[in-house]
C-alpha cells in the first residue's frame, strides 16, 4: 500500500485535504437589517429547510470521508495503472500555448496478444477470449457510489489564488495526471476577432479578471454572457448547506470551471440522465470551440442548441436531474431572453485552433508533409474516419453507436455497469490534439490510442505505417 500512495504522490501530485479550519463561513457585509431587510421592507421568505443527511452531522461525515480519502484515491490509482501507462512521455508537437502533446500507446495490452493479433480477431472471438483491452472498456468515476465534479488540481490552485473560491473535495481528488491533459490554462480564439490570436493573454478567465481582458473585444451583451458564464452557482457538491463536498460552504461551480477558457480542462463528472447510479457513464468535459457550427450538445443527451445545453446544465446536470435536492441546495433558474441568450452569444464565438495547414474547405494545402497527405487520404479512405467526421470541421452532427457489446461482456468495473455505450454525438476533430483525453468518458489517453481503439472497432486493419500517417493528419487539424 504504501508503494501505491507514493506512486499516487509521484503521478498525480499530493492529495488535496482541505482547509477545514478556517472558520465558518459568514455572509458578507451588506448594510442589512438584521432581519434581512435594508429597513422598511417585508422581510424575505425563510430559506428551505436544508437537505435531510440521515443521523450523520456534516461534520462527522467530513471527518469519515476526509479519513477515507487516501485509500480511495490510491486504489483508485492502482486501478488505472492496471489499464494504462500514465507516464510523462511528451512528443515534440506542442498546444497552442506549449504543452507537449503526449504520444505513444497507453492503453495495456491483455497478456499473450499483440496489436496486430487483436485486429486479426472478428468481434466474436475477441469476446470469447476476453480479449479486448482494459483500457477500453468504460471508464469509472474515481467513486461511482459518490460521483460529482471533480477538477484538475492545476484549475482548483488558480481559482483558489484569483478567488478565494475553493473547488477542492474533501472525499475525492481527480484522478489523472497533469500531463495527460489539455493545457493549462487554455487558448481563446474568437470567430469576431480572429486578427487577435489567442485573446486570454495566458490568463484564465474568472470572474474576477473577464471584465479587464473582455471590456474592449466584446460588447455589453457579451460581456453580460461572459459575466455568467464564468460566475459561480450552486451545485451538488458545491453549495452552502451541509449536504456538500467542500470543507466550507460554497458559492458553487462555474460553467468555466469545467470549460476552462471556452475550452476544457478534462473536469469530470457522470451523466445525469441514465438511472440507476451504477449504469451512469463518466463525461470528459469537451470543449466549446466551435460550438457555433454543431447541431447536437450534450454527447447522448441530443440536445438541439447552445441555448437548450445552457439552460438544461443550471437546471439538470449542476444536480444530477434530482429536482429536490436542486430545489433545497439553491437551483439557478436562467432566463431564456436575458441570461441564457447572452451565455450562448459568448459561446457561439468561440473558435477552433488556427490550422495553417488546412485550407478553407478542410483540405491540407500542397506544403502539408508526405505522412500528413498520406494521412488525409487513410482519413477519408481505408481507416473510414471521414464517414462520421467529414471537412470542414469534421463532425457530421449526428449520432453513432459503434456497438462496442460486440466485443466484451457486460461487467462491473469498480461500481460502474460497462456495457455498450449505445449512440454518443460525433465530437468536431478540429484541434483535437489539444483536447486530450479522447472519447465520452476520457478513456483514451492519447491519439495513437484512439487509433488503435477505432483499426479494431472498425476493422480496418491498418499496418503501422499508415497508423503513424493518420497520427500526422490528426495533429495538424
Not at 497478456?111 to 496486430?116: L, V
Request: proline share 9%; aromatic share 8%; net charge negative.
Amino acid at each position: 500500500m504504501k508503494v501505491t500512495r507514493l506512486l499516487h504522490a509521484f503521478i498525480c501530485g499530493p492529495i488535496v485535504l482541505a482547509a477545514c479550519d478556517e472558520g465558518p463561513w459568514e455572509p458578507p457585509d451588506t448594510g442589512e437589517t438584521s432581519d434581512g431587510t435594508s429597513g422598511g421592507e417585508e422581510p424575505p421568505p425563510p430559506p428551505p429547510p436544508p437537505p435531510d443527511v440521515g443521523d450523520e452531522s456534516f461534520e462527522a461525515l467530513k471527518e469519515r470521508l476526509t479519513a477515507e480519502k487516501p485509500q480511495v484515491m490510491a486504489d483508485h490509482l492502482a486501478f488505472l495503472m492496471t489499464r494504462y501507462d500514465l507516464s510523462d512521455n511528451p512528443s515534440s508537437v506542442t498546444m497552442t500555448r506549449g504543452r507537449p502533446v503526449q504520444q505513444g500507446i497507453r492503453v495495456w495490452l491483455p497478456d499473450g496478444y499483440s496489436w496486430e493479433d487483436l485486429a486479426a480477431m472478428t468481434p466474436e472471438e475477441i469476446l470469447t477470449e476476453d480479449a479486448f483491452p482494459q483500457g477500453f472498456l468504460p471508464l469509472p468515476h474515481p467513486k461511482q457510489a459518490e460521483g460529482g465534479m471533480l477538477f484538475p488540481q492545476s484549475h482548483i490552485d488558480e481559482v483558489l489564488a484569483q478567488t478565494g473560491r475553493d473547488l477542492t473535495r474533501f472525499d475525492l481528488d481527480f484522478d489523472l495526471p497533469e500531463h495527460l491533459l489539455p493545457e493549462f490554462p487554455p487558448a481563446i480564439f474568437l470567430t469576431t476577432r480572429p486578427d487577435l490570436g489567442d485573446v486570454s493573454q495566458g490568463e484564465l478567465v474568472t470572474t474576477h479578471n473577464f471584465y479587464r481582458l473582455f471590456k474592449d473585444i466584446l460588447n455589453s451583451k457579451q460581456l453580460d454572457g461572459m459575466r455568467l458564464l464564468v460566475s459561480p452557482f450552486a451545485q451538488q457538491q458545491f453549495n452552502l448547506t451541509d449536504d456538500r463536498r467542500s470543507c466550507a460552504p460554497s458559492l458553487g461551480v462555474a460553467c468555466f470551471d469545467c470549460h476552462a477558457n471556452g475550452h476544457t480542462n478534462a473536469g469530470t463528472h457522470l451523466v445525469g440522465d441514465i438511472r440507476p447510479q451504477e449504469f451512469r457513464n463518466r463525461i470528459d468535459t469537451p470543449a466549446l470551440r466551435g460550438v457555433n457550427i454543431q447541431r447536437l450538445l450534450g454527447s447522448q443527451r441530443a440536445l438541439m442548441t447552445v441555448e437548450d445545453f445552457t439552460e438544461f446544465e443550471q437546471r439538470a446536470a449542476y444536480f444530477d436531474g434530482d429536482l429536490d435536492k436542486a430545489a433545497l441546495k439553491g437551483v439557478n433558474p436562467l432566463d431564456r431572453a436575458s441570461q441564457v441568450h447572452h451565455m450562448a452569444e459568448v459561446q457561439r464565438l468561440l473558435d477552433f485552433p488556427p490550422a495553417p495547414k488546412l485550407d478553407v474547405f478542410g483540405y491540407l494545402e500542397p506544403e502539408a508533409s508526405e505522412a500528413e497527405l498520406a494521412g488525409e487520404a487513410l482519413f477519408f479512405g481505408k481507416a473510414r474516419c471521414g464517414e462520421c467526421h467529414p471537412r470542414p470541421h469534421f463532425t457530421d452532427n449526428t449520432m453513432h453507436d459503434l456497438e462496442l457489446e460486440r466485443f466484451f461482456t457486460t461487467r462491473e468495473i469498480r461500481g460502474l455497469v460497462a456495457d455498450g455505450d449505445g449512440p454518443i454525438k460525433t465530437f468536431p476533430l478540429r484541434g483535437i490534439k489539444e483536447s486530450p483525453p479522447y472519447f465520452h468518458d476520457g478513456r483514451l489517453l492519447t491519439l495513437e490510442d484512439t487509433i488503435e481503439f477505432f483499426n479494431l472497432v472498425l476493422g480496418v486493419a491498418l499496418t503501422a505505417e499508415e497508423k503513424a500517417d493518420l497520427l500526422a493528419y490528426l495533429l495538424v487539424l
